[in-house]
């Protein structure tokens, strides 16, 4: 049995593709019948049950975390002893606002004798629930367990590739989102497709210096859960993330009930960057604008106007 705690577009897409070949118990607030509202359409498997008692999912061996990343500190709070021992996956991208530690992080400072991993990687939870095929990482600190977990997770539609580097996996994920809204502002102000490729270039050599600073493996960067993720998420209309920064650009206004963890996460790792004198323009400006500090002409300027330097 594998637990889901979060019924959301992708807690519920994981339901529906584990629970293709797999018992899968599913929790979330208000989830009831078995269509996920976030998914129009779509149907939950007969091998998903749907829980009414959040006790229940608990039980599981394997639990993924649905949750946002700046929710799961307050959830894991309230039930850690539940969770005590429990494989807990985070099924999220960011850095907490409060901690500035990754999803992992927080799961072992609420459970320390969890096995903690993260499932991360370029995906939409749409294309995911419709069976069309999707790579994501598993990084988990003890290969052994990240092994099981890889076999249990892996369905005949979502692969999965395994890491022990979970700070590389947790940063690639959660600063990818970030570069994102950056991508989206450049299309919504008309700066063109020119200045997107620009920034989304120098957007991850931005990623790698924070991440190789923290202790991450270049590789990791590299693959799926850095480049591969940012690619999607900075050329998709389907990104949350893009949306909004898409919004910014234009001058409009977003869904205040719509999450968007790159605003959190550009808060939190703009200042674990300035702790530790890391160079983070991209972040800096986009922390910024989404907490209307500067204009976007300024924002422009200052990144135009850097001093000039070796690729």
Same mark, same amino acid.
């Given at each position: 049995?594998?637990? +889901? ?5 992708? @807690? ?6 584990? @629970? ?9 607030? @208000? ?12 149907? &939950? ?14 039980? #599981? ?20 002893? #539940? ?15 409060? $901690? ?27 294309? !995911?629930?419709? *069976? &069309? ?12 367990? *990240? =092994? ?18 979970? !700070? ?12 994102? +809204? ?7 102000? %008309? ?9 989304? $270039?120098? *957007? ?5 210096? &924070? ?8 590789? $990791? ?6 480049? *591969?993720? &940012? ?43 300035? $702790?530790? %004198? ?6 800096? =400006?986009? /922390? /910024? ?14 990144? =135009? ?7």
């Amino acid at each position: 049995m594998i637990g +889901i705690i979060g019924a959301g577009a992708f @807690g519920g897409a994981l339901a529906i593709t584990l @629970g293709a070949q797999s018992p899968v118990m599913l929790w979330g607030r @208000g989830q009831k019948g078995r269509g996920i509202d976030r998914l129009p359409g779509a149907e &939950l498997p007969a091998l998903v049950t749907v829980a009414d008692d959040l006790a229940q999912v608990m039980q #599981a061996r394997t639990v993924l975390l649905a949750l946002p990343a700046q929710a799961m500190g307050r959830f894991l709070a309230e039930h850690a002893g #539940a969770l005590a021992g429990r494989n807990l996956v985070a099924c999220c991208k960011g850095v907490d606002l409060t $901690t500035g530690l990754g999803p992992t992080g927080v799961i072992l400072t609420h459970c320390p004798d969890a096995h903690a991993a993260i499932l991360t990687g370029p995906s939409f939870a749409s294309d !995911i629930a419709k *069976g &069309l095929p999707t790579a994501l990482t598993l990084a988990c600190a003890d290969d052994a367990v *990240g =092994m099981a977990l890889q076999h249990q997770l892996s369905t005949d539609v979502l692969r999965l590739y395994r890491t022990t580097d979970v !700070i590389g996996a947790e940063f690639g994920g959660a600063l990818k989102n970030v570069i994102a +809204i950056a991508a989206g502002v450049v299309i919504g102000a %008309g700066l063109g497709e020119s200045a997107r490729a620009a920034l989304m $270039t120098r *957007g991850f050599a931005e990623m790698q210096r &924070l991440a190789l600073h923290q202790g991450a493996r270049v590789e $990791t960067l590299g693959g799926l859960s850095g480049f *591969g993720d &940012l690619v999607l998420t900075c050329t998709s209309a389907q990104s949350r993330n893009f949306r909004f920064g898409v919004a910014l650009g234009e001058g409009a206004s977003f869904d205040p009930a719509m999450t968007v963890e790159g605003v959190a996460t550009a808060q939190a790792v703009a200042k674990l960057a300035q $702790t530790h %004198g890391v160079d983070m323009p991209v972040t800096q =400006m986009v /922390a /910024a604008l989404s907490q209307n500090q500067i204009t976007l002409e300024d924002a422009v300027r200052a990144l =135009m106007s850097r001093p000039l330097k070796p690729e």
